[in-house]
C-alpha cells in the first residue's frame, strides 16, 4: 500500500544509504501541479514498490518551472531492482498525463554531516533550499573537507541569520560534487539572510572567504522548493 504523507522527509534517518536527488523540467507553474498531481496518482493506485524504499517526496520549485525528486533507499541495489521492475510503468503513466518532460538526471549521494537543530526539532519547514556546488574533478577528500570547512565557519559566525532550521550535505558518489538540503522556516528568511552583508549566506569572515574560494570549486547553484508531494509505504 502507498500512502500521501504530508510530512517532510528525515533527512539524516540511519538506514537511508542511499539517498537520491533529481531534477525535471515542466515549463510553468500549471504543469508543475499538474505532475505533481499525475504522480500522485499514478503511485498511489500502486502497491509500494519496494521494501528498501523508504520515502519518495517532490517538491515545486520557485522557478515556476521545475520539480526537484528526493527518494530515500537503503541502498543503490534497491534501487537498481526497483528501476528494472516498477519504473518505467510509472514514467510511462507520468508522461502520458503530462507530455514533454525533460528529466536532467539523478544524482546518486550519501549524506555526510547534518547540523543539530535540537531547539528546533519540532519546526516545520516552510521552504527547502538546495544548494548544489561542483568541483573541478572527482576527489571524495575534498568534498568532505570542504563541507567540514562550511561547519567551521557556521561554528565561527558571529551573527547568525535567522530563520535557518537545519542543513544536511550530501556528498555525490562520484566524487565531484556537493549538495546541501537547507530547511529554512520561510523563502523571505532565506532571501533576506542572502541580502545581508556579506557573501551569501555567512559574515564575512575568513572562515566564509576560504569556504568560497576552494581550489577547485567549479560552480555553484541555490535553488528554493515548497515540499509538494510525500509518498511511503502504509
Keep these: 500500500m502507498t500512502r500521501r504523507t504530508d510530512a517532510h522527509p528525515e533527512l539524516d534517518r540511519p538506514d537511508v544509504l542511499a539517498p537520491f536527488f533529481s531534477t525535471w523540467r515542466v515549463g510553468t507553474p500549471a504543469r508543475q501541479r499538474l505532475t505533481v498531481d499525475a504522480i500522485a496518482r499514478t503511485w498511489e493506485r500502486r502497491p ?7 520515502g519518495y517526496h517532490v517538491y515545486t520549485g520557485h522557478d515556476g518551472s521545475t520539480l526537484l525528486h528526493h527518494s530515500q533507499w537503503t541502498s543503490e541495489q534497491a534501487y537498481e531492482a526497483f528501476a528494472r521492475t516498477h519504473r518505467q ?11 514533454g518532460i525533460e528529466r536532467l538526471g539523478l544524482g546518486r549521494y550519501r549524506r555526510y554531516r547534518s547540523t543539530a537543530g535540537e531547539d528546533r526539532a519540532a519546526a516545520v519547514p516552510g521552504c527547502v533550499v538546495i544548494v548544489g556546488v561542483e568541483f573541478d574533478g572527482p ?7 570542504w563541507v567540514d570547512a562550511v561547519f ?6 558571529p551573527a547568525p541569520h535567522p530563520g535557518g532550521i537545519r542543513a544536511h550535505f550530501h556528498l555525490s558518489t562520484d566524487g565531484t560534487r ?3 538540503y537547507a530547511e529554512w522556516e520561510s523563502a523571505q528568511a532565506h532571501r533576506d539572510a542572502l541580502a545581508a552583508p556579506g557573501d551569501g549566506v555567512g559574515s564575512p569572515t575568513a572562515q566564509w572567504t576560504r569556504v568560497q574560494n576552494w581550489p577547485g570549486l567549479k560552480s555553484s547553484t541555490v535553488d528554493r522548493y515548497d515540499h509538494a508531494l510525500g509518498l511511503v509505504p502504509g
Design 48 to 54: 509500494w514498490p519496494a521494501e528498501g524504499l523508504r
Design 89 to 99: 510503468e510509472r514514467v510511462d503513466e507520468i508522461d502520458t498525463a503530462v507530455p
Design 139 to 145: 576527489d571524495p577528500g575534498r568534498q568532505r573537507a
Design 152 to 157: 567551521e565557519a557556521l561554528e565561527s559566525e
Design 178 to 180: 556537493v549538495l546541501n
